[in-house]
């Protein structure tokens, strides 16, 4: 059974650091990070391939950085200088579709349960 369990969120001031985890059942090819906030649709937010492909949201360039700990099926993502716009619900999603790993969420048919990140100002 495929599973995937994100852990890290919580509450942050704005320009504080979060950092995600994510942990997988199964050796994807690609993993990566979505969100949804209240009333938003569910958005790309960052994507990782196995053979080291990368693809980040504009909106997230330069603040936050996935990384893979392949050994241990294990994503992350490390959040840096958050704001309240980055306030959503965080899920990891999997594919193991080899050479396709976008940030695009309806391509990715595993997912987990989420976690909740909060920024106050």
């Known amino acids: 059974q495929v599973q995937l369990v994100e852990s890290g969120g919580g509450s942050v001031q704005a320009g504080g650091s979060l950092r995600l985890s994510c942990a997988a059942s199964y050796s994807f090819y690609c993993m990566g990070w979505f969100r949804q906030a209240p009333g938003k649709e569910r958005e790309g937010v960052a994507a990782a391939g196995r053979d080291g492909r990368i693809n980040y949201a504009e909106s997230v360039k330069g603040r936050f950085t996935v990384s893979q700990d392949r050994a241990k099926n294990t994503l992350y993502l490390e959040m840096n200088g958050v704001n309240p716009e980055d306030t959503a619900m965080y899920y990891c999603?999997?594919?193991?579709?080899?050479?396709?790993?976008?940030?695009?969420?309806?391509?990715?048919?595993?997912w987990g349960q989420g976690t909740q990140v909060t920024v106050s100002s």
């Open positions: 999603a999997a594919d193991s579709a080899w050479g396709r790993c976008s940030i695009d969420p309806a391509v990715f048919p595993y």
